[in-house]
């Protein structure tokens, strides 16, 4: 299996490139870009036009990666593998894995790109220049929330997993085979002028209640000293209520019939439970003591 740091490299280098190549410095940038003309792009495909500049890159962004006009990417393509070869990178792919993630990244500057032109509005007539602007200053604030949400949980499932592998080598080295006990203490939360800040959860209606589960793992990230340093803000309380929000995030498939939640799956169709392709692998359940 692929390490995720690979995939993260190459990803990231594909980034640098159509930064460079296209003079942006954020993919928002983007939605200024000047799109080749359709007489350009039909007497391309169509006549003996020229071919696109490959010195000032305009996309045709009526159309997919598999426009004529859009084999530019082909041209990336090339000038990535030989940016891998000068600069000698450690991590290396072929040219399909590559071509993949220019592709990917394609789709989505050129879904920037269209999201920001102007609309019609409910009336049926083009936006004002005051519509057009609130509405990209809305997308903007929502895909920068959404982008801190994914932040926020790929660093919250990095802490949890380094918490879990530094207990179970602690557990393995001192031969101890209490690993469904945990030491715990009350959590102390800091409290100024009265009022207490703390996340509330949002509930996974699908996902089994373990709960008190990630809040031992939680709780071992301030207790242990040895698996995070004590520089930083002090990790905020984690609330979970019956009437905290729903999620929005789609189940999970694939996972063992443990971890959803049996109210749930009582209440899906055959034909969407049968989507989730619940794995039949055997997932035996360890409840977990505080002591």
């Known amino acids: 299996m692929e390490p995720n740091y690979h995939r993260d490299f190459i990803l990231a280098e594909v980034r640098r490139l159509f930064k460079e190549k296209l003079g942006i410095v954020q993919d928002i940038d983007f939605i200024t870009h000047a799109p080749a003309s359709a007489a350009d792009v039909h007497a391309y495909e169509y006549e003996d036009g020229p071919s696109p500049d490959t010195d000032k890159i305009a996309f045709d962004l009526a159309r997919n990666y598999s426009s004529p006009w859009n084999t530019l990417l082909s041209f990336l393509l090339c000038e990535f593998q030989l940016r891998c070869a000068s600069e000698a990178w450690p991590i290396r792919k072929e040219d399909d894995y590559v071509e993949e993630i220019l592709w990917e990244c394609y789709k989505r500057l050129r879904t920037l790109w269209r999201n920001a032109q102007p609309k019609l509005t409910t009336k049926g007539v083009p936006e004002t220049p005051a519509e057009h602007e609130a509405r990209l200053v809305e997308d903007s604030q929502r895909l920068g929330k959404e982008s801190r949400q994914a932040t926020r949980r790929r660093n919250k499932y990095h802490r949890r997993k380094t918490v879990l592998d530094c207990i179970v080598a602690m557990k393995s080295e001192t031969s101890d085979d209490d690993l469904g006990s945990w030491n715990m203490s009350s959590e102390e939360s800091s409290?100024?002028?009265?009022?207490?800040?703390?996340?509330?959860?949002?509930?996974?209606?699908?996902?089994?209640?373990?709960?008190?589960?990630?809040?031992?793992?939680?709780?071992?990230?301030?207790?242990?000293?040895?698996?995070?340093?004590?520089?930083?803000?002090?990790?905020?309380?984690?609330?979970?209520?019956?009437?905290?929000?729903?999620?929005?995030?789609v189940p999970v498939v694939g996972l063992p019939m443990a971890l959803y939640d049996d109210t749930w799956i009582l209440q899906l169709t055959e034909c969407r439970r049968e989507s989730l392709e619940i794995s039949k692998a055997p997932f035996p359940w360890m409840k977990l003591v505080a002591t």
């Open 191 to 249: 409290v100024e002028n009265g009022i207490e800040n703390v996340l509330r959860v949002k509930k996974l209606e699908w996902r089994r209640n373990i709960d008190k589960e990630l809040e031992i793992v939680d709780l071992q990230r301030v207790l242990d000293k040895d698996i995070f340093c004590s520089q930083g803000s002090k990790p905020l309380p984690r609330k979970h209520a019956p009437d905290n929000p729903i999620s929005s995030r």
